[in-house]
């Protein structure tokens, strides 16, 4: 398979990163067919995915149907079908700022001033289609064999809820038709599984718009079934040293503000309620209200570890787009857990964390699942605590224990 770079050469794909190129070409063909059929969009991002692609687009008051997206799949294959080679070029910012300004690009515009440092941009174009990006792509749009228009979403512009929503459009693309007729298989198989279908099958939830969107209600045979989750984890807890307690579903805005949550993650939580001239909010997390816990009364490092683990139940309030039954909800519950101990104890805490999930993945038959290490942006001093002696004590501990447990796939 034949791509081409940004400086316009030409080079066979290495195999590892075919599916990355196939999908970020057709956002790209995707893109096209858009303006095509609705030439006042507007782009924004267009990236591939781990399943897919997708690209966010302003389209203004126009709300898009299913028939809109088969349409949109239509004129993709027509896209293809004309094979029209894949250039790409670079021009200087100031070139580059006018090519855009000429197509009302004004989210391309607005990404190139936050490259303020860029000297240059690079550009991929087939037929009457530009599009500012890094590539690869492919080097001609009839290289993109199986490719599908799956759904959309809103999406705000740069993740931003204070800016524009868009209309995200996603699809998938794969290397041949077989490929994509086994991922239409999975998806049926998966829908057959949908845990809203069985949930409603088998009565065990329920969700009521005049209760709330993102609100799920338990059913008695739900119910039964979340109990007994509840005494399991609990009694796996209690046997390896967790302390459970119970705390309240609200906490002070003065109580997040001090725990710095407030400055970073106010957008996601339910607005406040103000009462005797103090501020609450539904709680999105528990950390707060366990660290107050933890400096209740002086400790020793002779008491440690300790472990604080709770059953809680947190509200979050996600985007509309984004809810789905009881997978992705504005209340949920928690088994939550803060554990406190010296440096030299790190290792051997998260270990038997890790234990203690895999050992719970055991008894649920949980067998594809792989771990991913999450680290700080050290660059970041705002976000992430400004000590880097102790991120890197912790995240090495972390890496330590991922390799001597085994676990192959963590990255």
Not at 63 to 77: F, G, Q, V, Y
Not at 211 to 237: C, D, H, S, T
Request: aromatic fraction near 10%; proline fraction near 4%.
């Amino acid at each position: 398979m034949k791509i081409i770079y940004k400086d316009g050469t030409v080079a066979e794909c290495p195999q590892e990163e075919e599916l990355h190129v196939i999908r970020h070409t057709a956002a790209h063909i995707m893109a096209q067919a858009i303006k095509h059929l609705f030439p006042e969009a507007d782009f924004a991002y267009g990236p591939a995915t781990q399943n897919g692609f997708y690209y966010d687009v302003d389209l203004g008051d126009r709300k898009l149907s299913s028939e809109d997206l088969e349409a949109i799949e239509k004129e993709m294959k027509k896209i293809v079908k004309q094979n029209l080679p894949v250039k790409s070029f670079v021009l200087n910012r100031e070139d580059s700022k006018k090519l855009m300004a000429e197509r009302g690009e004004k989210f391309k515009l607005e990404h190139m001033d936050d490259l303020a440092n860029e000297t240059e941009f690079s550009f991929f174009q087939q037929g009457d289609y530009i599009d500012m990006c890094l590539g690869p792509h492919l080097t001609y749009t009839k290289a993109l064999k199986a490719f599908k228009v799956t759904q959309q979403s809103g999406a705000y512009w740069k993740n931003d809820s204070s800016r524009q929503m868009l209309t995200r459009i996603n699809g998938v693309a794969f290397r041949n038709a077989e490929e994509l007729a086994e991922w239409e298989k999975q998806q049926q198989e998966a829908r057959e599984r949908d845990h809203r279908k069985i949930g409603r099958e088998m009565q065990l939830f329920m969700t009521d718009d005049l209760v709330g969107r993102g609100l799920p209600m338990f059913l008695p045979n739900g119910a039964i079934i979340w109990e007994e989750l509840q005494n399991y984890i609990v009694q796996k807890e209690r046997r390896l040293g967790y302390q459970h307690v119970m705390t309240p579903c609200v906490g002070s805005v003065e109580l997040y503000k001090t725990s710095g949550h407030w400055e970073h993650y106010k957008d996601n939580m339910f607005p406040a309620m103000e009462l005797e001239n103090e501020a609450y909010v539904l709680r999105p997390m528990n950390c707060p209200h366990h660290m107050r816990i933890y400096a209740s009364r002086p400790r020793s490092y002779r008491n440690l570890p300790l472990r604080i683990g709770e059953i809680a139940h947190d509200f979050r309030f996600e985007s509309s787009g984004t809810l789905k039954g009881i997978e992705r909800a504005r209340h949920f519950c928690q088994n939550d857990a803060h554990l406190f101990c010296t440096p030299e104890q790190i290792k051997d805490e998260v270990s038997k964390v890790c234990d203690l999930i895999f050992d719970a993945y055991r008894d649920f038959g949980i067998t594809d699942y792989r771990c991913v290490l999450s680290l700080r942006d050290p660059a970041d001093k705002k976000k992430y605590h400004d000590d880097d002696a102790m991120w890197n004590t912790a995240e090495e501990a972390l890496r330590q224990v991922l390799t001597e447990l085994g676990i192959p796939s963590w990255t």
